[in-house]
């Protein structure tokens, strides 16, 4: 299984009667414009040091974009040269809920979509189609706080199951990543992984720019920079 964290969680967030994503939702602090993410992999030691792993290079650049309100309403994928790979529009329904988003590739054409099939302050269900409109996964989250604690993902096909535990400090700041997969082309085909979280820096704002997930079967680390942009 690929040691990549998985970047597309949903968050939800309660405003009024509507149930969206918003910068509390992303747990940031302050009027966030938008938010930078750099992937990359590392290797730690006993102390939780961090350090590149020249071996592995940067997956991809991720960012989300906010409007003044605080409501998360497009991101975009890039390659680390700066190349486009993909942009996401987030869609919201007629009363102002989370209804999913499109991604559309660097030449405009749709490859993915999520539709939201079951909303609730507690949890939101969602379906993933490709560009064809094919089923490829349902994933079902499940929230406290507004922020998640549960998430499954499960393949169309029956394949591959993967699940997500998060256990989070007083602050909603995440601390451990429970990690349990079922794949049924893998031998074993299950698999655990608890991930540590640590916030390696943060801004003046509270926001961290730095964090590390820690990889219990390895010495192994997810880096995330992050770069946190404000309106004036």
Known sequence: MKKWI???LVFLAACSNEITINTDS???KGKVKSITDVQ???IYDKSWNVYPDTAVSVSFISIRNFDEDGKW???RMELTNGTLYSTTEVLYDEDGNYAGTKDLDANGSLFRETNVTEISRDKIVMVTKNGSGKDVSENVSEYENGLVIKQTTTWSDGTLKISYDYKRDGDGNEEEISIHSENKNA???KSDNVMKVKILKTDVYGNWTRQAYYSSTDNTCTII??????YE
């Open 6 to 8: 998985l970047l597309s």
């Open 26 to 28: 992303f747990n940031l």
């Open 40 to 42: 990359s992999q590392g």
């Open 73 to 75: 309403v497009s991101a």
């Open 187 to 189: 031998n074993p085909p």
């Open 225 to 230: 920079d992050r770069k946190v942009e404000y």
